[in-house]
């Protein structure tokens, strides 16, 4: 087994966390899988690999030489690629806002995967700012606006917002017909995991943005819980108009004030900067910027 087939054993028992299933993935037998992994150690005279009867896991030197081997493999494929025409192949791992996922990503990912066969994608799934080269991911979607990061983002979207709240809030505190007439209203307090604070909410007035506090009786860090409590009629939320589309259409949320509309949610691709991104990130970007512009029609 040559050195790069080797580096390729390695990165997968670190992604499986096992040498049993980074076997069974490469169709290959457990011995050679070991083998491969003892012999990078001897030649590099490191211990790269903890090995419990549970679990496997990289040394700070095996994660280390994981980043490294991601690196140099990529390169190798996209060399490879760059000749007769080949598609881009193997494990393309990215990071996702899972609401969005669920939404613009998923019900398209069948024909992305069709277009690109040999493909592989593993997807987790958060909103925190991960740390893209220690966890091995190679590109990021966020929404929202981004804090200072030195990631490279590009911009896939713009998603349009709404103000809205369950009619039985409406029966009880009524349709406030402006902004001034707020007073006496409640919202359901939705924390930024950026500054772990309620976010106002927020109203387009003549181009300007005004921001509006209101009590907030029950608060929430989640989007699927903020729209729940908003149907319970709990307060008034604001969401992209796609996560409540279904609600609107079938009345169990109503517009509010939709002449003072919050500013849109912009949606971007974060990915590291100073590194030659691999044909598999390139034609996911690609193909992102599509879904999205479909998922608006």
């Not at 790069?4 to 050679?32: G, H, I, K, Y």
């Not at 080269?133 to 979607?141: A, F, H, K, N």
């Not at 109203?203 to 989640?222: C, E, H, K, S, Y």
Request: aromatic residues 6%; proline residues 6%; contains cysteine.
């Amino acid at each position: 087994m040559d050195r790069f087939d080797a580096m390729r054993v390695f990165t997968r028992v670190v992604e499986r966390r096992s040498f049993t299933l980074a076997a069974e993935d490469l169709a290959l037998p457990r011995s050679t899988v070991t083998d491969a992994v003892k012999q990078l150690e001897a030649r590099l005279g490191v211990r790269l690999l903890q090995r419990t009867t549970r679990h496997v896991s990289p040394t700070l030197d095996g994660e280390a030489y994981h980043r490294r081997c991601l690196a140099l493999i990529a390169d190798l494929e996209d060399a490879e690629a760059a000749f007769g025409g080949a598609k881009p192949k193997g494990l393309l791992r990215v990071d996702v806002h899972g609401t969005l996922a669920r939404h613009f990503v998923l019900p398209r990912l069948p024909d992305f995967l069709a277009d690109y066969p040999e493909l592989e994608l593993y997807m987790s799934e958060g909103d925190r700012l991960v740390d893209l080269v220690r966890e091995g991911i190679d590109c990021v979607l966020r929404a929202g606006e981004l804090q200072d990061s030195d990631m490279v983002a590009r911009r896939v979207a713009m998603l349009a917002e709404i103000t809205c709240a369950a009619p039985a809030y409406i029966e009880r505190f009524g349709m406030p017909a402006n902004i001034g007439a707020l007073d006496g209203h409640r919202m359901v307090g939705f924390h930024s995991s950026a500054t772990r604070a309620l976010l106002p909410l927020e109203f387009m007035i003549d181009g300007v943005v005004r921001n509006v506090r209101l009590p907030a009786t029950v608060a929430v860090n989640g989007a699927e819980s903020l729209v729940a409590a908003a149907r319970l009629g709990l307060g008034l939320i604001q969401v992209p108009r796609y996560h409540v589309e279904s609600d609107l259409e079938q009345g169990t949320l109503v517009p509010v004030l939709p002449d003072f509309p919050p500013s849109p949610t912009p949606v971007s691709l974060l990915y590291p900067p100073n590194r030659q991104l691999s044909l598999r990130v390139r034609v996911f970007i690609d193909w992102l910027v599509r879904a999205f512009g479909a998922g608006r029609g």
